[in-house]
């Protein structure tokens, strides 16, 4: 939720580091794996968030995924703005919001898929796609997809909800949306603070799973209130997030951050990857009975995660936001609306 942005707030403080690499044998049930899970559970319940290093996603895709992504925003704005029909949103390009004409972003549902990667990439590149672009962007969504697997598990282990992980799975979706932030010097006109990213919001989402080039900006706050600046421990990390419908289900057991954008380095171009974990549109979000007790009264009554996006919308301060952030990020959710 929105609350005073203390914009001078000590940066000292770290995200949780975990990791999340595949070797030394990451298998349910082994001591590693317990190990993780108590520390995947930690950080969601102090931070809502942690960094997460994991080696089934080279540095060399890493790199090329980015490679990618400037050559996609490259692109002249009249190719951009034709690839996708308007009823197609959030798919496609969406635009520069009006408020921040330094930021873009292009939205793909099940960007793990091949073949929807690539039929993407044939409508931005009509002269026969950008096969490169395509393996780059299907590879990386697919990884970022296992990771964010591995981490529902865990966290579902943690709170002793396993017989809910095959349900769980069956009941998202993964949206990729991504960004490219342009830092550039205020004018009169735009009365914009330079360093505007993208402003204070949670995630609709279950997870969030997030990785950036080499330029910093992302900051989050914990549950004591202080905000973090994401300084990453190791460049090939990713920040992993709980989103509104997560703590709803979870019945608040996890913290839901408030984030932002918030560029620093006026001179460099920030790209950010975002795979949404989402409940499929019609799918109700509702506590198992497992968390609600005396002590835990049910927060949220169930909702649709249709119903959380509407009433989003129709909290939106269409003004200073982009129908994507408005419908999507930069409302708050607050817990009287879903109740
Ligand atoms: O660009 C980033 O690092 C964060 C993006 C974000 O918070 C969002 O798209 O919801
Ligand atoms: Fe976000």
Redesign the pocket.
């Known amino acids: 939720m929105v609350g005073s942005i203390n914009i001078e707030a000590p940066s000292d403080l770290k995200l949780p580091f975990i990791d999340l690499s595949a070797e030394p044998d990451l298998k349910q049930g082994t001591p590693r794996w317990d190990s993780l899970k108590s520390q995947v559970r930690k950080a969601l319940q102090d931070y809502g968030c942690f960094e997460a290093s994991f080696d089934r996603v080279s540095s060399r895709l890493r790199t090329d995924v980015f490679g990618s992504l400037e050559d996609l925003f490259d692109l002249p704005l009249p190719t951009k703005q034709a690839s996708f029909p308007p009823e197609a949103f959030p798919q496609g390009y969406l635009g520069r919001p009006p408020a921040n004409p330094f930021f873009e972003s292009f939205g793909l549902n099940d960007p793990h898929l091949l073949d929807v990667v690539q039929n993407f990439s044939d409508r931005l590149w009509p002269q026969g796609g950008n096969p490169s672009f395509s393996k780059n962007v299907h590879s990386m969504s697919k990884k970022v997809s296992e990771l964010d697997q591995i981490v529902r598990t865990m966290i579902l282990e943690s709170f002793g909800l396993e017989k809910y992980v095959d349900e769980h799975m069956c009941f998202t979706n993964y949206h990729l ?1 991504v ?1 490219k932030y342009e830092v550039t010097v205020a004018t009169s006109e735009t009365a914009l603070d330079p360093k505007t990213g ?1 402003k204070v ?1 949670t ?1 609709k989402s279950m997870i ?1 799973t ?1 990785c ?1 080039n080499e330029v910093d ?2 900051e989050l706050q914990n549950k004591r209130g202080e905000w973090v600046k994401f300084k990453p421990t190791s460049r090939s990390s990713f920040v992993v997030l709980v989103g509104d419908s997560l703590h709803a289900w979870l019945n608040g057991r996890v913290h839901c951050p408030d ?1 932002r ?1 918030w560029l620093c380095e006026n001179d460099k171009l920030r790209y ?1 990857f ?1 795979l949404f974990t989402r409940p499929k549109a019609d799918n109700t979000i509702k506590a198992p009975e497992e968390l609600i007790d005396e002590q835990h009264p049910l927060l949220f009554k169930p909702f649709t995660y249709k119903q959380l996006i509407a009433s989003t919308f129709s909290q939106a301060s269409l003004k200073d936001a982009s129908p994507l952030l408005s419908s999507f ?1 930069n409302v708050q959710t607050q817990k009287g609306d879903l109740s």
């Open positions: 949306r960004m993208l919001h995630d969030t997030l950036q900006g992302l984030h954008v950010s975002a990020s």
